[in-house]
């Protein structure tokens, strides 16, 4: 025996049972079928009798008062609103056996498939003067009569066997055997299981023919069993019967009746017939109404007849086993919403690559739903389960490398599974954002100008905003150093950045695309350029005084003008029409012990050529012993007091003992000694003085 609570497609179910009933489960089949059909065949009215047969999947069904609908085997009605029985719908097999003829057996009855018949056909009459045939000892046809008191006369025949039962296994196994998981579903699902299970209930046994008299004369024959009854599945959200609704099993019939003759020359009578099993019954709805009669009841036996005198009579048949009925209530299933609301929205574009599909899932009737994900092919790219209603489903692409492409259009859609029904939704599309492009690289040339910057034309098909890293491998072993970026916003531009280039050198060089926001990105490149031999402008100042700084240079003929831009980007200094050796004056005075870095711009025919330099201006502090009318004193210069001295500067004697030098020349970190020479008017010069070596080395303040 089942549980008292039953599956039915998913929906939990209740059982109600009368005579015989057993729980089952009937429906197993595809979790996605309809449980109450497509509604194909529409609104269909019996108004007169006739012949039901096969699947039928109405919208509505209706058998009306006073019409009889017959079904032979199996039938299954499925509406998808409402079925009614004003009528009668009926239902049996032909499997009842004959009766035997006069002194024959009787036949046994058909098998049914899930009803099981009644047990052995009566045995024969007796030849003495109570040769009355005897009933069958359940429910098999009864044996025909005997030949009454005188000797000579023939015995009548032996009653057939009642059916037995083929399956001995719960029908809804033997229905899930048939039908696979297409049982809810498809036609060619249903029309296998239409064929097999036609006999239902069994057949009663046919009674026995009569025996003969002594004298011969005639006996009578044997009544046919009656038919089992058949199966009828009524599926619908609504079913209603007033009328009838019957799978009986029909009454086996009554033996031919003996006739009377005198002394012994009596008749035997044809035993009766056994009756045929009931059939089974599935009423599958969640609201019932039963006004009417539903009816799987057994046949009753027929009667062995006489005339009674010397005749004798036959043996009644058996009744025949009492069918069932199955009362399901099948909870109403509403399908389940089409997933919604997808993400990435349909036609959206710039769509980051291996993006997340999300869709929300819903159920009218607040079930949890499997939402499976495709693609455009109509492959699954994965299921998640158990989505409550209302929240939302999600599926990873990278897995499937699903939208792994940039600047691809993708189509997908979901199916949303409630256990019983499902719902596809739309489909939909999104375009995974675009790489970024480059074009118009530059230098690509042989001798670029030392000042050369290098460009990169770039474009964003989605308009976005794009970060170019420069890379240089300078020393041509595949090592690659970022040396600038630039931001192109808008969606298109030039991207730049500064170089620092040395003479007579091979470059490669490549750039990087990044798109703002997302993980696409393009490489380009390497390409080659190399600089020229020499460079067309050299400083020749390291150090100057910082009151009225004077910078000096060598220039190649070919500079046309000779600019000097300090740290901050302002020029401090400009020469339209230099000549191959220039010093120029810088307006603004600076700090003294500085070292500054500053760049020279070289304009020349074919272009301008940038050199960064450094310079200082530091100042030694020399301490003298003033002589009378000498005009000026000479500064000698040596790095070791022993040393070599050479005239370094000249320095015009003031109110104060102390003397400068701020010569070029001058090196951080270096300790110099000093000799000082006295000149008069007419340029005598006196004798160096005694050496004397500064305390420290030199040291500047800072940039």
């Not at 009306?64 to 609908?69: A, L």
């Not at 607040?366 to 989505?387: A, K, L």
């Not at 000096?552 to 300090?566: G, Q, Y």
Request: glycine share 16%.
């Amino acid at each position: 025996m089942h549980n008292n609570n039953m599956k039915i497609s998913g929906r939990l179910v209740r059982k109600k049972q009368i005579l015989f009933i057993i729980a089952i489960f009937l429906f197993i089949g595809n979790s996605s079928a309809q449980l109450y059909g497509d509604g194909s065949d529409g609104e269909i009215v019996r108004s007169s009798s006739g012949a039901e047969s096969g699947i039928i999947e109405a919208q509505t069904y209706k058998v009306q008062s006073g019409v009889t609908s017959s079904i032979d085997g199996t039938t299954v009605i499925h509406a998808t609103e409402k079925i009614t029985i004003d009528g009668t719908l009926e239902s049996t097999s032909n499997n009842g056996g004959s009766g035997g003829a006069p002194r024959n057996d009787g036949e046994n009855g058909g098998s049914g498939r899930y009803v099981r018949g009644g047990g052995v056909g009566g045995s024969t009459g007796s030849n003495s003067d109570s040769g009355d045939g005897q009933p069958g000892s359940s429910y098999g046809g009864a044996g025909g009569g005997g030949y009454g008191a005188c000797n000579g006369g023939e015995p009548g025949g032996t009653g057939g066997n009642a059916g037995g039962k083929t399956d001995n296994i719960p029908p809804e196994t033997q229905i899930n055997s048939i039908s696979g998981n297409t049982y809810l579903g498809d036609r060619s699902g249903w029309s296998e299981l239409y064929s097999l299970p036609s006999n239902i209930g069994a057949g009663g046994g046919g009674g026995g023919g009569g025996g003969e008299s002594e004298t011969g004369s005639a006996s009578r024959q044997g009544g046919k069993g009656g038919a089992g009854g058949g199966m009828i599945i009524l599926i619908a959200p609504e079913i209603e019967i007033t009328g009838k609704l019957y799978s009986k099993g029909e009454d086996g019939q009554n033996g031919e009746k003996a006739e009377d003759g005198s002394s012994c020359y009596g008749e035997g009578g044809g035993g009766g017939g056994g009756g045929g099993s009931g059939g089974l019954i599935y009423l599958v709805s969640d609201n019932l109404t039963e006004s009417g009669s539903v009816d799987v009841s057994g046949g009753k036996g027929g009667k062995g007849l006489t005339n009674d005198g010397w005749a004798h009579t036959g043996a009644d048949g058996a009744s025949g086993k009492n069918g069932e009925i199955y009362r399901i209530d099948a909870e109403s299933n509403t399908a389940p919403n089409p997933p919604s609301n997808p993400n990435p929205k349909n036609s959206e574009t710039k769509v980051e690559i291996n993006t997340d599909l999300e869709v929300d899932a819903s159920d009218p009737d607040g079930d949890e739903t499997n939402i499976t994900f495709y693609n455009e092919s109509g492959n699954s790219i994965g299921t998640e389960t158990r989505v409550c209603s209302g929240c939302t489903a999600s599926i990873s692409t990278s897995e499937k490398r699903i939208a792994s492409d940039a600047g691809e259009t993708y189509s997908w859609y979901a199916i949303a599974d409630d256990g019983s029904e499902t719902k596809k939704s739309n489909t939909w599309n999104f375009t995974t954002v675009h790489k970024p492009e480059a074009s118009n690289p530059a230098p690509l040339k042989e001798n670029v100008s030392l000042s050369s910057d290098l460009k990169l034309d770039v474009d964003h098909p989605d308009d976005l905003d794009m970060d170019v890293a420069f890379r240089i491998d300078k020393n041509q072993d595949g090592t690659y150093n970022t040396v600038g970026t630039d931001t192109v916003t808008g969606g298109s531009g030039t991207a730049t950045a500064e170089l620092g280039l040395e003479t007579n050198t091979s470059y490669r060089w490549k750039a990087e695309i990044y798109t703002q926001g997302y993980s696409t990105t393009r490489e380009v490149g390497p390409w080659k350029f190399n600089t020229s031999g020499t460079s067309i402008i050299e400083t020749e100042t390291n150090n100057t005084a910082a009151n009225n700084p004077e910078l000096s240079f060598s220039l190649k003929k070919s500079v046309e003008e000779l600019k000097i831009v300090d740290e901050s980007g302002e020029t401090v200094a400009i020469e339209n029409d230099p000549s191959n050796k220039i010093s120029l004056s810088i307006l603004s005075n600076l700090n003294p012990n500085t070292q500054y870095e500053w760049t020279t711009e070289a304009s020349t025919p074919s272009g301008t050529q940038m050199l960064d330099f450094y310079f200082t201006t530091m100042q030694s502090q020399l301490k003298i012993d003033r002589v009378e009318k000498a005009k000026s004193y000479n500064i000698y210069r040596s790095k070791q007091e022993n040393g070599e001295y050479s005239l370094v500067d000249s320095e015009k004697p003031n109110a104060s003992d102390i003397i400068l030098d701020k010569s070029n020349g001058l090196i951080e970190n270096e300790t110099y000694c000093y000799r000082i020479t006295a000149l008069t008017e007419d340029s005598i010069e006196s004798s160096k003085s005694q050496a004397k070596c500064l305390d420290q080395p030199l040291e500047v303040n800072g940039k």
